[in-house]
């Protein structure tokens, strides 16, 4: 980019329209990732790369509630039907060879569109096995994933950014500065041409990966987005060889928002000129905050002035912020998943309509009568001869022959159920004080899961183990009845009451439900899981086994139930990872406060 | 299929578990398949599209729609034709799976004729599953009955269909998108997991190779031919050899310790670590199964089947290595 290109000037508009120019000259190598609300900006943009690519090249809009059929191709039924043999449809991938696909509302898009573009992007190719169809065809288009997300957790998911070069963002742009294109259609065509005769020196590929080490992104796919960005760029500004600016460009353009880390480059170490024949040390994996001393002679082919270049160009270009935010998302515990709401899950009978699939509408499944008869039709002249040649069945009637093979059942997403585990402590500890009140408690608990239709199941301890006194049930009543009948005394067998209940989470998750353990105790486990009595075992044990809750990712609630609040009960829900709340404190407006927080 | 070149096996840099794993489904395909987990562009797809090309032919019967293996009186004429790897696209519908009538002759003669799905068309080879975790649940549960039973029954229309499908299952994904059911878990003999390579050389190779594949693949195939000729041959041999190697007793109880030190379900590890071993050995050309091999193969046919123990703060891979240094000494 000498002077005329659009490299020099790296507003974040210009360094926009630079990716829409480097993804119009090579889209299926490349992509980019849009992140913008919907408006003027974002328009011109979008203007701007059509205005750029041929005039032939598909731009198509993938919808978010695209169906399989539409996305992979399928048959044409009625086109069949009428013309006696089999017309396939092309599916969207299959139209958009050559072009561009805009996935709209990225942040959304399921995993399976997701997975689906994710292949073509890799082998350029879309593969179709469905309803007697199979077969390849070329699918090699761009992709502009359009991201509406709002906040940092929403975003396009992580295994198509990884496959895009170019992460933009757009919101903080002002509309008058989106302007129209920088390139014609027809340097582009004139780029496109010179796409392949573009060169990479060696040690330019080495600049790349050292310079996306020194930003931490692991994925080996950047570095390599970013060689294609590089010869994109040489390409559009007519060098034979890619060189250092149009290399700086893509560092900016692909690498820096990926970054993790900063490079410790700024540093006046960087300017120390390297003994170019140090024998390379066994590179390690460099932890992010490593001196720059160490980091440099890795490996002495990639030091030098280039890599220096690049990092350079890197950190001038990383977002302020945005290593601040990927810190808070590292700290972030990896069980986080357990959420209060019912997780999604696909075979539910009722919700979001998502797709159809063979079998008998039986258990709850409803029938997609469009759909059965879609897949009775082609059919018919078989069956009607077959009826014909059995004679076994009179004529009359049947117009249509149905069989059960052709029932389709409408799948659905739904937010899972979600079962909450009381654990009781019916210890003679808990029932000298206050073995009533956490049956009040639970009462107003149970009342709380009712109002959800949620399941409930109870586990009540004492003596040495614990036990099911309710299986999982959506009756209040029941649950009422055994809490009522729960005699007290004994010792406290918190260990075992724990592994119980994780146990029954855990097969409660297989089954797709979504479990809750809220647990009543004080705490004071006085009996080890092997069932001997003491103290110091007991807690050892029972802190171990609330640790397994935690690492399964159960949510959790711990009431504590002694007169007054304890260390040991504490300690007990940290290590589950659960939330605490002392009875003593809790009334019944703070109780179901509480339930609501975790249920 | 499809005339694009595929990147040569020989030539994926590093992920040497990776390899070593596919390369013993190759030798034994009764070590029951090949999970492959882990980062995102690691080349876990590259590696499986590049087995087709570098496996041996196998002999089918002629013109054989679901491969069969000709009798050994040659009776039938028979055809070579490649290992079939054949992909199981996300958004397949069960009927392309099991295979249904043709639809396409069902509406222009009205005629019922079978059209073999993707299980005929594996049979003998490899069934790969890219984004294996996303599978649809009514097609993971077909696909368990038929890997179990080695034959794939289909009844439509009155027509009532069964022929053998024995594959190697071979699956991937990242564990990011969801997790495994434990029972599809439990099918795969062998599990690996994949990172992107941390040191510098590596990576600068990776990335050098895969520019120089992109840039002119039919060049890069050629210049690799060697290589891949060398692989070829070694799993060629090995195969071979299989049936010979010796198992002394005492790697059969070095194996057994350690699936008992590692607490591992049942009998299934122990029988999978052992041909797993057997296979290695076959393939590094010795004559028995030794400690080492046992050693390097243990990861791959274990740490799927560690019981869950979050007490435990590290992954199975630790858990594994530890067992074994406590068993081999470090």
């Not at chain 1, 002002?174 to 573009?198: G, H, M």
């Not at chain 1, 992010?288 to 890795?298: D, R, W």
């Not at chain 1, 049956?439 to 009342?447: F, R, T």
């Not at chain 1, 029954?504 to 004080?522: F, S």
Request: hydrophobic share 45%; charged share 25%; net charge neutral.
């Amino acid at each position: 980019m000498t002077g005329d290109g659009p490299g020099m000037d790296f507003s974040p508009w210009a360094l926009a329209a630079s990716a829409a120019a480097l993804f119009a000259v090579d889209p299926s190598s490349l992509g980019v990732a849009l992140r913008a609300a919907p408006g003027p900006v974002r328009d011109s943009w979008l203007q701007s790369l059509r205005a750029m690519l041929p005039a032939s090249a598909p731009v198509l809009r993938m919808p978010l509630n695209i169906s399989d059929e539409r996305l992979l191709g399928g048959i044409d039924l009625s086109a069949s039907l009428n013309a006696g043999r089999l017309i396939a449809s092309r599916g969207l991938l299959a139209e958009a060879d050559g072009g561009v696909l805009v996935v709209a509302m990225a942040e959304r898009l399921g995993a399976l569109p997701n997975a689906v573009i994710s292949a073509s992007v890799d082998f350029g190719e879309v593969a179709l096995e469905r309803e007697g169809l199979a077969g390849r065809s070329p699918a090699r288009f761009g992709v502009v994933a359009l991201d509406e997300g709002a906040g940092d957790d929403e975003g396009a998911p992580a295994s198509l950014m990884d496959r895009l070069a170019f992460h933009i963002d757009l919101s903080s742009i002002p509309p008058r500065e989106a302007q129209n294109a920088a390139f014609s259609a027809r340097e582009i065509a004139a780029a496109r041409a010179r796409l392949n005769t573009v060169t990479v020196a060696s040690d330019m590929i080495d600049g790349f990966c050292a310079t996306a080490m020194a930003l931490g992104v692991q994925s080996l796919r950047a570095p390599l987005l970013a060689i294609k960005a590089a010869r994109a760029a040489a390409a559009l500004a007519g060098h034979n060889t890619v060189n250092d600016d149009d290399a700086a460009l893509a560092v900016r353009l692909v690498l820096s928002p990926r970054a993790t880390q900063t490079p410790v480059a700024d540093s006046a170490p960087e300017e120390q000129p390297e003994p170019p024949q140090e024998p390379p040390e066994p590179p390690q994996e460099p932890p992010p905050q490593e001196e720059a001393e160490s980091k440099k002679p890795e490996d002495e082919d990639i030091s030098g002035p280039l890599e220096d270049l690049l990092i350079a160009a890197a950190i001038a270009s990383i977002p302020r912020g945005l290593l601040e935010k990927l810190a808070i998302n590292e700290s972030r515990p990896l069980a986080a998943s357990a959420g209060k709401a019912g997780a999604l899950r696909k075979v539910a009978r009722r919700g979001r309509p998502s797709g159809v699939r063979s079998g008998e509408p039986r258990g709850g499944a409803r029938l997609n009568i469009v759909e059965t008869l879609r897949a009775a039709a082609p059919w018919q002249t078989i069956r009607r001869h077959a009826r014909a040649e059995q004679k076994t069945l009179p004529e009359q009637g049947a117009r249509l022959e149905i069989r059960r093979d052709d029932f389709r059942v409408t799948r659905y997403k739904e937010r899972s159920e979600t079962l909450s585990i009381f654990v009781v402590d019916a210890s003679g500890s808990l029932a000298l004080n206050r073995l009533a009140e956490a049956k009040g408690a639970v009462e107003l608990l149970l009342a709380e899961a009712y109002v959800r239709r949620d399941q409930v199941a109870l586990i009540a301890f004492r003596g040495k183990n614990a036990e099911l006194l309710l299986p999982p049930t959506r009756s209040l009543t029941r649950a009422k009845r055994s809490l009522a009948s729960l005699p007290g005394g004994g010792g406290t067998p918190l260990a075992a009451a724990l592994d119980a209940a994780g146990a029954l989470a855990d097969a409660a998750r297989r089954k797709g439900q979504t479990p809750t353990i809220i647990m009543l105790t004080d705490g004071r486990a006085n009996i080890a899981r092997d069932g001997s009595a003491g103290r110091g075992k007991a807690g050892e044990d029972a802190i171990a086994s609330a640790r397994l809750i935690r690492a399964a990712g159960f949510a959790g609630l711990l009431i504590d139930t002694s007169p007054q609040a304890t260390p040991q009960a504490g300690a007990i829900a940290s290590a589950m990872g659960a939330c605490y709340l002392a009875l003593p404190y809790a009334d019944a407006a703070a109780l179901s406060r509480a339930a609501r927080a975790v249920l | 299929m499809t005339t694009r070149p595929v990147f040569p096996f020989a030539a994926i840099a590093a992920q040497e578990e990776m390899k070593l794993a596919i390369l013993i489904a190759a030798v034994d395909p009764s070590v029951g398949g090949v999970l492959i987990f882990g980062d995102r562009g690691t080349g876990k797809s590259t590696a499986i599209r590049a087995l087709a090309a570098l496996l041996p032919l196998m002999t089918v019967v002629k013109g054989s729609r679901y491969n069969l293996e000709p009798p050994a009186d040659g009776s039938v004429e028979t055809e070579q034709m490649r290992v079939p790897v054949v992909d199981l696209p996300l958004g397949a519908t069960e009927d392309r799976v099991t295979g249904a009538l043709d639809l396409e002759r069902a509406l222009t003669r009205g005629e019922k004729a079978f059209e073999p799905g993707l299980l005929a068309r594996a049979h003998r080879g490899f069934l790969y599953i890219d984004e294996v975790n996303l599978l649809e649940d009514h097609i993971v549960d077909l696909l368990l009955d038929v890997a179990a039973s080695g034959e794939n029954v289909v009844e439509r229309e009155g027509l009532s269909i069964r022929h053998p499908a024995r594959f190697v299952l071979i699956g991937s994904g990242n564990p990011e998108e969801g997790e495994l059911r434990p029972q599809l878990l439990d099918r795969f003999g062998l599990s690996v997991e994949v990172k992107t390579p941390s040191d510098i050389a590596t990576r600068v190779e990776v990335v050098k190779r895969r520019d120089a594949f992109e840039r002119d693949p039919a060049a890069f195939v050629a210049a690799w031919r060697g290589e891949e000729e060398i692989v070829r041959n070694r799993i060629v041999s090995a195969r071979k050899r299989l049936a010979d190697i010796k198992v002394p007793d005492p790697a059969l109880e070095q194996a057994a310790r350690l699936c008992i030190a590692l607490g591992s379900d049942g009998l299934r590890g122990e029988l999978t670590l052992m041909r797993t071993a057997r296979a290695l050995a076959a393939l590094d050309g010795d004559s028995s199964v030794d400690d080492q091999h046992l050693r390097r193969c243990a990861p791959s046919a274990l740490r799927h089947r560690l019981r869950r123990n979050p007490l435990d703060e590290a992954g199975s891979t630790v858990r594994v290595e530890r067992a074994i240094a406590e068993v081999f000494g470090a």
